[in-house]
């Protein structure tokens, strides 16, 4: 069912496959993403067709430098008719979440989005509302442009499980990407693969998937490297660890095993860790890539032989 899933993606979203396989990674994983790259190559289209194979709801919220933590969360309206506070949804109540440019808007409309993505829930008014499930905030940013911006903190960063990048296509899949468009083959006709009850089952199924306490360790002493590297101004936070944890898991039950390898570890580590991780003024004017760093860190790592 997955590789069916994966497939069907591939077939309407021209690009790495394995972007597609790190954003199912964050789903059954339960986690979020966060897409930067520059504009057209393609992020709106991929949680599009992410949400269309799901059959999930899809929303979309546009940041601007206006929008408001009420556009997001919602607010309380007065009804005139019942003298009481109604509730009135904001863009946050669907399954898949597209957050366009969400480093346009100010800090304060970013933060609203902390609990609906660390809970799952959202507090207007006093009143706590569970959102929809399975729910998932995939995010965009153009890392080029910063005029008018408003870059995410380290807080904010941390709570997106990957970092991923698009890229541009190659020339095989450029041309695809125009056929596609000249035969009307778009995310709307997208027909869905599995279901949300589908989801929730399978992220249940890879909370299952046994790690060592070997593997465990591995983890930790990568951790305990980018703790110890001199370009990084802080190392990995227990949170990362825990992200690195869960998509080494959805990594290895999307493989059809029940239990994490080291190189189910070594898949994923860049992509949960680099995000996270600051790098120190030298190192910035050295133009030293963290995802670089990581890999070579990791090999440093005792790897367990069990």
Not at 120 to 143: C, D, H, S, W, Y
């Amino acid at each position: 069912m997955i590789n069916e899933l994966k497939e069907k993606m591939h077939e309407y979203f021209v690009g790495r496959e394995e972007i597609i396989e790190n954003l199912l990674i964050c789903l059954f994983a339960g986690g979020h993403v966060l897409l930067e790259d520059v504009p057209g190559v393609g992020k709106t289209t991929l949680a599009r067709t992410l949400a269309k194979s799901l059959d999930c709801d899809f929303g979309r919220i546009q940041f601007t430098p206006d929008t408001m933590p009420g556009d997001v969360i919602g607010t309380e309206i007065f009804n005139m008719k019942t003298s009481e506070f109604e509730y009135r949804a904001g863009g946050i109540m669907h399954q898949i979440i597209l957050a366009d440019e969400i480093n346009r808007t100010s800090p304060k409309t970013q933060s609203s989005l902390l609990e609906a993505m660390a809970e799952g829930q959202v507090t207007v008014g006093g009143v706590k509302r569970k959102l929809m499930e399975p729910f998932m905030v995939i995010a965009t940013q153009n890392p080029v442009e910063f005029a008018g911006t408003y870059p995410l903190p380290e807080a904010q960063i941390d709570r997106f499980m990957m970092r991923l990048s698009i890229g541009y296509p190659s020339k095989e899949e450029e041309l695809r990407l125009a056929k596609n468009r000249l035969s009307g083959k778009t995310t709307d006709s997208i027909e869905s693969i599995i279901s949300a009850e589908d989801v929730l089952k399978i992220r249940e199924e890879v909370k299952k998937v046994t790690i060592k306490d070997a593997v465990l360790e591995y983890m930790r002493e990568i951790i305990d490297l980018t703790r110890n590297e001199s370009r990084f101004v802080l190392g990995a936070s227990p949170r990362a660890m825990l992200s690195m944890m869960s998509a080494a898991q959805a990594k290895a039950y999307m493989k059809g095993r029940d239990f994490v390898k080291p190189d189910d570890v070594k898949a994923v580590a860049a992509y949960t860790l680099a995000h996270r991780l600051t790098l120190t003024s030298e190192a910035k004017i050295g133009r030293e890539d963290p995802a670089k760093i990581i890999t070579a860190l990791i090999l440093k790592a005792k790897v367990p032989m069990e």
